[in-house]
């Protein structure tokens, strides 16, 4: 007998946050993420998705009232599907197959009286760059804001008849990695040019670098598969939040003639640091934090954004931008890997992008997708 209970106080809010420790306590590679990161999705303060989507949490326990699962089940008026999707996520399960089904059922029943005919998940009742998808191969640590999972979670989604959306695929290099020498040849040919100069972020003129990312990112992004267009306000105050975790080093602007024409986003990971901290950050913990961070080498970089205006695209302003921005980090900075955050295989041209960026893919995620008619066709993502 499988008890279920709507997470409503505050006793039921902790032991959402907390089984997971407990499944994970003898998994090394395992990072709890933030309290308050978690939290914040299920504030209809401080989650704008409350606005067009309703969303609940449950704890599934046994007859000795142990908890055996928990998962977040949600509709979206703006995730807009083939068919009325909803979504789960936050989902965690002991191994058994019968629990994993039974919470399954219960979300399937949950989403069809709100009208819905398939369930995705896991994902995030949120944007998609935190908690989405489900992990399938590279179980290593976690990037900051990246599911995490044991293995036997493949088998509990596909098993119930889960069956993959799409795959979201992590691509890496080592810092100290042979560079192509596409890249250091484009690199002297525009070295040469006097009118292209190279510059990294600085935190002092925050401004700037707001507007120049603005720039070429709508130039270069916003027609380019599912991108969409981004202001200069909101794009200075995402620049203003991040300002205490941005390091001077490792994102770089490309100039021509003073006109931005290339961008390589990235910042330290932090989950290199939040690891020490139990989900926890409070006043002591952030105290904890900035002694981490001063005193622990972080030695792994996410790359955030890469984008080319398409004016100078194919012209090798990237193999200029990467052997630049990694000869300055490799004397500045302690990093030694970095890893991209996921591209969608339905999307052929940014994978492209990767690949030519010498990466390999080290990690793979999967958005799951289930329809409540069983004998409807399965689709996967359309390539973009």
């Known amino acids: 007998m499988i008890i279920v209970e709507e997470v409503q106080n505050e006793k039921q809010k902790k032991e959402f946050l907390e089984f997971p420790r407990r499944l994970y306590q003898r998994d090394k590679n395992y990072i709890r993420p933030l309290d308050k990161d978690i939290e914040a999705i299920f504030n209809p303060e401080k989650n704008k998705f409350f606005r067009n989507g309703e969303c609940q949490r449950f704890l599934f326990k046994n007859k000795k009232n142990e908890t055996v699962g928990k998962v977040a089940v949600f509709v979206n008026k703006l995730y807009t599907q083939k068919q009325p999707t909803g979504g789960i996520g936050f989902f965690d399960c002991i191994n058994d197959q019968e629990t994993a089904n039974f919470i399954f059922d219960y979300c399937k029943q949950w989403l069809k009286a709100r009208g819905m005919e398939a369930m995705d998940g896991p994902i995030n009742f949120g944007e998609r760059d935190k908690f989405w998808g489900l992990l399938i191969e590279g179980f290593i640590e976690p990037l900051y804001g990246m599911n995490y999972n044991f293995p036997y979670y493949v088998d509990l989604f596909e098993n119930y008849g889960f069956k993959i959306y799409f795959e979201q695929l992590c691509f890496s290099r080592p810092v100290f990695g042979e560079v192509s020498r596409v890249f250091t040849l484009m690199h002297q040919k525009h070295k040469r040019n006097p009118a292209i100069s190279a510059l990294p972020m600085k935190k002092n003129n925050l401004e700037k670098f707001a507007r120049d990312f603005t720039e070429i990112y709508n130039k270069a992004w916003a027609a380019h598969g599912e991108g969409k ?32 024409i290339a961008m390589w986003m990235n910042l330290p990971d932090l989950n290199q640091w939040f690891k020490y901290l139990n989900g926890k950050f409070g006043p002591i913990e952030k105290l904890k934090f900035l002694w981490y961070k001063k005193f622990r080498k972080n030695e792994k970089m996410v790359g955030l954004v890469f984008g080319v205006i398409p004016e100078w695209q194919k012209k090798g302003i990237d193999g200029y931008m990467i052997w630049e921005g990694t000869q300055h980090l490799r004397k500045h ?26 990466t390999t893919v080290t990690r793979k995620l999967a958005t799951y997708r289930y329809l409540f008619d069983r004998n409807k066709t399965f689709e996967r993502h359309p390539v973009l």
């Open 333 to 358: 900075t302690d990093f030694t890997m970095t890893e991209l955050q996921w591209i969608g295989d339905f999307n052929p041209k940014m994978i492209k992008i990767a690949e030519n960026l010498d």
């Open 229 to 260: 267009q981004m202001e200069e306000m909101k794009v200075l105050k995402m620049f203003k939040t991040m300002k205490p975790i941005i390091n001077e080093h490792i994102s770089w602007f490309i100039y021509e003639n003073e006109k931005p």
